[in-house]
């Protein structure tokens, strides 16, 4: 009588994981505020020569991006930037969510492509509101361009173009 039996093995895999025994987010009018209670008392990163991220704490913004490019310019994530309200009157606000630092550069077209308003400023890891007064525009379709550099050399890091109406 000849015995045949079948097996399988399993073995444990690793992942990376967090344990995190507390934190959460605070929100309030235009700014948010997360923190976490655990893993880490600091978050920083490191680089190396041969371009490896090492990433300690739990808060890490940016994890999804790729980060060992020079010059790569990425489009803005949701929630980094909102424009409102569209369509508007008068006055039209621009919120600016992004944790990084660097030059904001604003440039509103109309439907010709001719720039009619310009706006530059330096934007430090923080919410900022600018407001934009189109008074003086014709009602119509205008486009603006939100571009962010970096504070030295200025290459673009972040870009995005938003429909605007005018009433």
């Known amino acids: ?9 399993s073995a444990q895999s690793i992942n990376t994981a967090t344990i995190n025994v507390g934190g959460g987010t605070y ?18 990163t490191f680089k190396s020569l041969n371009n490896y991220l090492l990433t300690t704490g739990v808060l890490q913004p940016f994890t999804e991006k790729n ?31 992004v944790t990084a630092e660097g030059v904001i550069n604003m440039q509103l077209f109309d439907q010709l492509g001719k720039l009619v308003l310009a706006n530059r400023f330096d934007y430090i890891i923080t919410n900022r509101i600018q407001k934009l007064d189109l008074i003086g525009l014709a ?29």
């Not at 379709?141 to 938003?162: A, C, E, H, N, Q």
């Open 139 to 167: 009602p119509g379709i205008y486009y603006l361009d939100i571009t962010m550099g970096r504070p030295l050399s200025y290459p673009v890091m972040k870009k995005g173009t938003f429909k605007i109406q005018k009433l």
């Open 67 to 97: 980060l060992t490019g020079a010059y790569t310019t990425y489009f803005w994530a949701k929630d980094e930037v909102t424009v409102f309200p569209i369509p508007t009157q008068r006055i039209l606000e621009v919120d600016i969510k």
């Open 1 to 9: 009588m000849l015995l045949i039996s079948c097996t399988t093995a």
């Open 27 to 44: 929100a309030r009018g235009y700014f948010q505020f997360d923190w976490s209670i655990g893993e880490g008392a600091s978050i920083e």
